[in-house]
C-alpha cells in the first residue's frame, strides 16, 4: 500500500527573510483588524517579487521580454529530478556531466550546501551561494531543459558581470525557480506543481513550489 | 491517444483588478529598471492579499486561528469536481441538494454568471455577486468538502451581517479560494493544484490555480 507524500520546499514567507542587497525586506500589515474593532482580519504585503521561493521571468534581464504571466504551465507542472551536490561551490557544465542525470530530464532541482541556510529563516543574505555558471547554464539549455530550480535566491553566482547564467538560461525560454528549501528531499524523481503569481508583465513572482510522490 | 490539458483558471493580477471596497488596489511598481540604466528589472508589489485570485485563512474572521502557512497540501491538491450553477443568485443547501454532486466529492468549484465579470478583468467590483448562503456552507461541511472554490472575490454573500458563511467554513477547517476565473472550463472532474504564498500568520494570499485532465 502507497501513500502519496508531499514536499512542501516552499520558504516560509515572512517580514525577516533575507533579501537581495539593495532590495527591501517584505513588511506585512493588517489592513483590518478584529483587535482593533474590524470584523475581520485583512493583512497587507509590500515586497519586491524577487524574495524568499520566487520565479524569474525573460524580461528580469532581457529588456522588454515576456513577463510572468508568459511561463507555460506544462514547464511548470510534471515530472522532476531533485539532484544532490553536497560538494559543488559552482554548478559548472563539469559537474554537470559527473552528475549522472537521466537524459530524459526535463525539470531539476539542486540541492546544495545552500538548502541548510534555510536552518535559520531569519538568516542575513549570503553571497556565498552555489550556482550555475554561464557553462553550467549552456548545458542545461543544451539538454533540452525547460525548468531549473535552486535552493538560494539566485540561479547565478553573486555579483556575475553581465548575468550570463540568467541571460542563456532566460534568452532559452527555460523557467527559473530560486529560493527553495530542499532540505528535507532526498534525490530522485517527484511530480512538481511550481506556481507563481501571475503577475502581468512582471519580472519575477512569489511561488509557491510543491512535491509529491507516492512512497510506502 | 490522449494529451494533459490544463486550465489556468487564476485571473490575470494587474494594478486594475477590482478591490473589495476599502481594500487598495494593487500598486505594481519598478525598484530596479534597465530603462533607467539598471543592469536588470526588479519589480515591487503593494497590495492586500484579498485582491485577485486568493486564499482564505481560518484567522481572516476568527481571530487567534491559524495563518495561510498552515492549510494542508493535501487539501490543496487532488481531484475536484466544476459544477456549473447558471440559475443561482445565491448557492443554497436546497441548491446544492439539487445540484447532483457526486458524494465522494472532497474539492467543489462552482462556476456561475459571476466567472463573465472577468471578460473585462478591469471592471469596478460588483456586490451582486453569487455566492453561498449560512446553510449553504452547512451543506458543504456536513458533506464532508475539504476545499471550496468560488468565482468572484468572496464565497459569502455581499454585506452578510456576522460573516457566518466564512465561519462555518473556516471554523471546519475548510479551504476557501476565491476569484477564479472558470469561464474556460466545462462541469466535470479534474486534477486541481490550488497554491497561495505561504505567508505566515496571514489571513490571505494571493493563489495560482490550475485544474487539468487528460483529453483526447
Same mark, same amino acid.
Given at each position: 500500500?502507497?501513500?502519496?507524500? +508531499? +514536499?512542501?520546499?516552499?520558504? *516560509?514567507?515572512?517580514?525577516?527573510?533575507?533579501?537581495?542587497?539593495?532590495?527591501?525586506?517584505?513588511?506585512?500589515?493588517?489592513?483590518?483588524?478584529?483587535?482593533?474593532?474590524?470584523?475581520?482580519? #485583512?493583512?497587507? $504585503?509590500?515586497?519586491?517579487?524577487?524574495?524568499?521561493?520566487?520565479? @524569474? /521571468?525573460?524580461?528580469?534581464? $532581457? @529588456?522588454?521580454?515576456?513577463?510572468?504571466?508568459?511561463? *507555460?504551465?506544462? /514547464?511548470?507542472?510534471? %515530472?522532476?529530478?531533485?539532484?544532490?551536490?553536497?560538494?559543488?561551490?559552482?554548478?559548472?557544465?563539469?559537474?554537470?556531466?559527473?552528475?549522472?542525470? %537521466? *537524459? @530524459?530530464?526535463?525539470?531539476? $532541482?539542486?540541492?546544495?550546501?545552500?538548502?541548510?541556510?534555510?536552518? @535559520?529563516?531569519?538568516?542575513?543574505?549570503?553571497?556565498?551561494?552555489?550556482?550555475?555558471?554561464?557553462?553550467?547554464?549552456?548545458?542545461? #539549455?543544451?539538454?533540452?531543459?525547460?525548468?531549473?530550480? #535552486?535552493? +538560494?535566491?539566485?540561479?547565478?553566482?553573486?555579483?556575475? *558581470?553581465?548575468? %550570463?547564467?540568467?541571460?542563456?538560461?532566460?534568452?532559452?525560454?527555460?523557467?527559473?525557480?530560486?529560493?527553495?528549501?530542499?532540505?528535507?528531499?532526498?534525490?530522485?524523481?517527484?511530480?512538481? /506543481?511550481? $506556481?507563481?503569481?501571475?503577475?502581468?508583465?512582471?519580472?519575477?513572482?512569489?511561488?509557491?513550489?510543491?512535491?509529491?510522490?507516492?512512497?510506502?
Amino acid at each position: 500500500m502507497t501513500t502519496r507524500r +508531499y +514536499y512542501d520546499i516552499t520558504v *516560509p514567507y515572512t517580514d525577516r527573510l533575507p533579501t537581495w542587497p539593495g532590495d527591501p525586506r517584505p513588511e506585512i500589515t493588517r489592513l483590518k483588524s478584529m483587535a482593533r474593532g474590524d470584523s475581520g482580519n #485583512v493583512t497587507h $504585503l509590500s515586497a519586491g517579487v524577487h524574495a524568499g521561493t520566487h520565479m @524569474d /521571468a525573460p524580461v528580469h534581464f $532581457l @529588456d522588454g521580454a515576456p513577463g510572468m504571466e508568459t511561463l *507555460p504551465l506544462d /514547464a511548470l507542472m510534471g %515530472p522532476a529530478q531533485v539532484v544532490t551536490m553536497p560538494e559543488a561551490d559552482v554548478i559548472t557544465a563539469a559537474v554537470l556531466d559527473a552528475a549522472a542525470i %537521466p *537524459p @530524459d530530464t526535463e525539470r531539476i $532541482l539542486f540541492k546544495t550546501r545552500n538548502s541548510a541556510l534555510w536552518d @535559520d529563516p531569519a538568516h542575513e543574505f549570503t553571497p556565498d551561494f552555489v550556482a550555475v555558471s554561464a557553462d553550467g547554464a549552456g548545458w542545461l #539549455v543544451d539538454r533540452g531543459m525547460r525548468l531549473v530550480g #535552486v535552493d +538560494y535566491l539566485s540561479v547565478e553566482p553573486f555579483g556575475s *558581470p553581465g548575468h %550570463p547564467t540568467h541571460k542563456t538560461l532566460l534568452g532559452a525560454g527555460m523557467a527559473i525557480v530560486e529560493g527553495l528549501d530542499l532540505r528535507a528531499v532526498e534525490p530522485g524523481i517527484y511530480e512538481l /506543481a511550481c $506556481l507563481p503569481m501571475k503577475i502581468v508583465g512582471s519580472d519575477g513572482a512569489p511561488a509557491r513550489v510543491v512535491l509529491w510522490r507516492d512512497e510506502g
